[in-house]
């Protein structure tokens, strides 16, 4: 009997990952990840040339991304069925051989993987191996501090509604904004009403080749990749300058 090794893969840089992650994805025979139908895949991307030639790879590709509104019916129906059959299979093979789950970021900080995890604990052995977020990784790539002495952080979805983001953005001393992608311009507009917009920053493929920083105001907000964070540092308490 095998056992679900979910193994966090860090901001998009595999040099990011973690010894202990790397051990895990260059000795997986069985490797599964997430994936857009027709896509590589994020986590993938991550390990080429890492990955045993004779590894078994398994892609989940995911029922619907875009094409249902998240928050309706047809979509919730679709995702639970679609956990429900992967982890259904992965118990299958994890009968006969350890399963290395490969996951962007950090597995239990929003992650797909722990929708499987939730179906699977108790049931199969399991391990979860964490990793950077793709915040911090967004954040250093800035080359500033997100937070300072007593700052409050908040880390929002921007699928939230409109007014949850400008209550919640007006009431945080940093913010982390992440699932932009069409939802940036009313994340825009929301930094706007809550008097942040101009210390905003979006960072887009933090840490990977392709990598780009810039102010809010100068993005072009209609054309926003899904790997894309809006920031917002805090300016707290911190000791002054010795002359």
Known sequence: MGKIICTGLGPGDPDLMSLRAHRAVTSATQVAYFRKAGRAGQARRIVTGLLRTDAVEHAMEYPVTTELPFDGPEYNDALARFYDDWASRLREVAQMSDVVVLCEGDPFFYGSFMHLYSRLSGVVEMEVIPGITGMSGCWTATGQPITWGDDVLSVLMGTLPE???????????????????RNLPKIRRALQA??????AWLVEAGT?????????????????????????????RRPEVAE
């Open 163 to 181: 007014a949850d983001l400008v209550r919640f953005m007006t009431q945080a001393d940093a913010l982390v904004v992440m699932k932009t992608g």
């Open 208 to 236: 990977m080749p392709n990598q780009r920083i810039q102010r809010l105001t100068e993005a072009n907000i209609e054309d926003c990749p899904y790997f894309a964070i809006v920031l917002v540092h805090g300016q707290g």
């Open 194 to 199: 809550a008097g942040r917009l101009d210390s």
